[in-house]
């Protein structure tokens, strides 16, 4: 969502710890920022690209920052399979040199003949085996389709002077790209010079046990210098959004579990990783299954105070009416802002993003209720309630799958266990465990507590579960949503005696 707003950095609340992020950024020191989904961690991500960029537009030298949320070329459709640190590390080089190449292209063609021409044999030699072994050798079809993408983020941050960039032109600029690279390969036939020995070792494939990725980041700073930039930055973001990973913290965690478990790729001069992660990767992280050594990456988790969230909706109110009013504004009179404030908060699980969504359709559902009225309505307690309802249904089931939340509705328990999950479902226990596992994984519940042994046998505590999401919760309560009928068949585990 803060893709789409590309003035996000004149209005975006800057969390506490953002200048510290920043400073990490700039000075290429790695960094972990957990958070739920929504919390806020794409905009940051966003914000520190762009002032990155116009550090370097106002002539400051900076790293190369690259964002890095797409992973499709690192998995098969919802397989982990193809997630290996050397995927990763080459999606880590394209990027990069799409960004190189990016940049170059923004320049006026004076400016850039002055990098290009200032090449040596070694300089020209390096450029043009990196961008043969990580830029060229993908078809020229889905370069063009990233580069695109590259260019609407980019032109959003950097000033460029060229024409094309004002005038947006991506075609033309696509093609100024092309005849950069080309450049680059029409300099190593003129100077006619031999691959270096360790180049060539650094980028054998991803199947050749001699692939090194350490070598390969080093190669990619030391490419990076020679364009006068202090060292590169990857900012990584949405790893929990591909149809492998999504609803699944485990699955989150395999997926980027390469790069953080080797702490060497941490530790490479001049290079930085910014993660931007789903906060419940972070207990995983810290368990047996993939152990991550978190006492030596910097890291914090996205805590917003209510204080912020007033001040988040004053200023978008104010940049979006020209600074004519604040959140109070849209409402009437008689209603307890903060009230209503607060439990919009609690309802979006404190996200941000959450609660600009919620707002809108809150005033969506109202104007359509006033469309045909003379006077002019504003947002009453009715209004903002309606509001709310509407938002819960029609937003939870793009969170949850459909299975899942048939699963919990049919439960229809803000707090249970195990035997409550074997009744309601009439399966066993172990059928039961993987059904609350499930459901823990994608964020739905958590872990609350034990009750008493049930039974006049006695035995171990049982562990006792709750509704951590305030939408599914509201849900349940004011009975907005219902599912009739089993939802999962009868497993043979089950004891019909357990019921009574």
């Known amino acids: 969502m803060a893709e789409l707003e590309p003035d996000i950095a004149d209005y975006a609340v800057k969390p506490p710890y953002f200048e510290a992020i920043g400073a990490r950024a700039k000075n290429t020191s790695s960094f972990i920022l957990f958070g739920d989904r929504g919390a806020g961690k794409s905009a940051t991500r966003l914000t520190i690209f762009k002032e990155l960029w116009k550090e370097k537009a106002n002539g400051e030298k900076v790293p190369l ?42 320049l006026e063609e004076d400016d850039r003949k002055v990098y290009l021409e200032a090449l040596d044999s ?29 260019m609407i983020l980019f032109n959003q941050a950097f000033l460029a002077k060229s024409k094309l960039w004002v005038e947006k032109r991506w075609e033309p600029i696509a093609k100024l790209i092309g005849s950069i690279s080309d450049a680059f390969v029409q300099r190593i036939a003129d100077v006619k010079v031999n691959v270096a020995s ?32 202090s060292g590169i930055t990857i900012l990584i973001d949405k790893v929990d959004e591909t149809d492998a990973t999504n609803n699944s913290a485990d699955k989150t965690a395999e997926l980027i579990y ?17 993660f931007f992660l789903w906060k419940s990767v972070k207990t995983i992280f810290e368990g047996d299954k993939y152990p991550v050594r978190l006492d030596k990456i910097g890291h914090a988790t996205v805590s917003w105070s209510n204080e912020f969230f007033a001040l988040m909706l004053d200023k978008r ?34 996200s941000p993003r959450e609660v600009i969504r919620i707002m809108d359709v809150i005033i969506r559902e109202h104007d359509i209720v006033h469309v045909e009225k003379p006077e002019t309505f504003l947002l009453n307690e009715e209004s903002a309630q309606s509001g709310i309802d509407s938002y819960v249904k029609d937003r939870i089931s793009s969170i949850y799958g459909e299975r899942l939340l048939a699963q919990i509705f049919r439960l229809n328990k803000s707090t249970f266990s195990n035997r409550d999950v074997q ?6 226990p172990q059928s039961a465990r993987t059904r609350i596992q499930s459901w823990e994984s994608a964020g739905i519940i958590k872990l609350s507590g034990t009750r008493a042994a049930e039974g006049v046998l006695g035995g171990k505590p049982a562990n006792e579960y709750t509704i951590v999401d305030a939408r599914i919760e509201r849900i349940m309560q004011r009975q907005l949503v219902s599912y009739e009928g089993d939802v999962a068949a009868e497993d043979p585990e089950f004891d019909p005696s357990s019921e009574k």
Request: hydrophobic share 45%; proline share 2%; aromatic share 10%.
């Open 317 to 350: 109110m104010e940049f979006f009416s020209d600074g004519n009013m604040k959140f109070s504004g849209l409402f009437a009179r008689d209603v307890d802002i903060d009230t209503i404030r607060n439990e919009l908060v609690r309802i979006c699980m404190r």
């Open 258 to 274: 390469p790069l953080l478990s080797r702490v060497q790729l941490l530790e490479i001069q001049s290079f930085s990783w910014i």
């Open 65 to 106: 920052a690259i964002n890095m949320t797409d992973f499709s070329v690192a998995i098969n459709g919802r397989q982990l399979n193809n997630a290996t640190e050397s995927s990763l590390i080459q999606e880590v080089a394209f990027l990069v040199l799409e960004s190189l190449l990016t940049w170059l292209s923004s």
């Open 423 to 428: 009744i309601t479902f009439k399966v066993g």
């Open 198 to 229: 360790d180049v060539t070792a650094a980028l054998t494939g991803p199947t050749d046990t001699r692939f090194d990725s350490i070598l390969v980041l080093r190669k990619l700073v030391e490419l990076i210098s020679i364009f006068d930039f």
């Open 122 to 150: 070694g300089e020209s030699t390096l450029c043009y085996e990196m961008l043969r072994d990580f830029y060229l050798c993908r078809p020229d079809q889905k370069r063009q389709r990233s580069a695109r993408e590259a």
